[in-house]
């Protein structure tokens, strides 16, 4: 087993938006993968509203109230929205009347997705794609949810709609741990920041004291990075 992340410690407090930085290869999607149960632990513990979460599989993770919004957005793209939009209720299957109420909620506040409720899902663009995984995550009604790298593969323009639309998330009560690449959008967008180097934390602190920190710039360059997005966007 090769050991990808090193000693890392984060704390995400309730109602904060954190955001992991990293480049490519830093260990981001690993800790994503840590948190919610799906890679092994050498050691270390994860612990949400006080309680121990390490040794719990995913579902009992998301029944706890983590839900977590992949990179890449991840849809089904044989399915349809209405199709991918259920998967988001798993967890509460079985209860039909909170599942066709949060359904209802999610058509109402996306209105792209009630027009779209029947098409499939791989037919959508790539921002409306990201909405629908989102809105995926929301059916569980989280108390965290983690997003890695919301801002991958969509046009500048898109890119502030999604974080629009975080924002209201957040605003609603909802905690937001994000990762992502984007130095300079990050730091404008969270409350206090982590930057991952080689699976380690290699800088931590407020949006305010990283701002003009020269080691997020020169080690993860997020301008250079934004620049380089651009050349792979959709819409």
Known sequence: MIEVLHGVS???????????????????????????????????????????????????????????VPTGREVFPDQTVTENLLLGAHAYRSDRARVRRNLADMTARFPVLAQRRDQLAGSLSGGEQQILSIARGLMGRPRLMILDEPSMGLAPILVSRVFELLKEIWTEGTTLLLIEKLAHLAIGFSHRLYVLELGTVAVEGTAAELANDPRVEEAYLGRRAWAEELGATDD
Not at 35 to 44: D, H, S, T
């Open 10 to 68: 984060i704390a995400v407090r309730e109602h904060e938006i954190v955001t992991i930085l990293g480049s490519n290869g830093a260990g981001k999607t690993t800790l994503v993968a840590a948190i919610i149960g799906l890679v092994p632990y050498v050691e270390g513990t994860v612990r949400f509203l006080s309680e121990d979460i390490t040794a719990l599989p995913p579902h009992q993770i998301v029944a706890r109230g983590i839900v977590e």
